[in-house]
């Protein structure tokens, strides 16, 4: 069975940083594409960030450019998100996710899906 499990989610002041780390189990993930979602409060889920299939290529939603930064290492098969500088805004519980191909989508078609990790600013 795959899962993917997030971790490293938490309470922060707003201009404080978390990582965030999400690690498959039950097969690697290390030619596919994955990504950060997240959903705040009474709203719908929203693209964060991708990587492609072996890392070569990120791409960042503009709320997050310049303070958020998706990597991955292959050799441990784990995703992670560094987020810097954070704001209110940015509360919302946060989902990693895979998808079958190598290539980067900003959209939702992912093929397996973490059950997310909250985070929160407080101002």
């Known amino acids: 069975q795959v899962q993917l499990v997030e971790s490293g989610g938490g309470l922060v002041q707003a201009g404080g940083s978390l990582r965030l780390s999400c690690a498959p189990s039950?097969?690697?993930?290390?030619?596919?594409?994955m990504g950060w979602f997240r959903q705040p409060p009474g709203k719908e889920r929203a693209f964060v960030a991708a990587?492609?299939?072996?890392?070569?290529?990120?791409y960042h939603a503009e709320s997050v450019r310049g303070r958020f930064a998706i990597s991955r290492d292959i050799a441990k098969n784990t995703l992670y998100l560094q987020m810097n500088s954070l704001k209110p805004e940015d509360t919302a519980v946060y989902y990693c996710a895979a998808r079958g191909g190598r290539s980067i989508s900003t959209r939702p078609e992912y093929d397996y899906w973490g059950q997310g990790t909250q985070v929160t600013v407080s101002s």
């Open positions: 039950g097969r690697t993930f290390s030619s596919s594409a």
């Open positions: 990587i492609s299939g072996g890392g070569s290529t990120t």
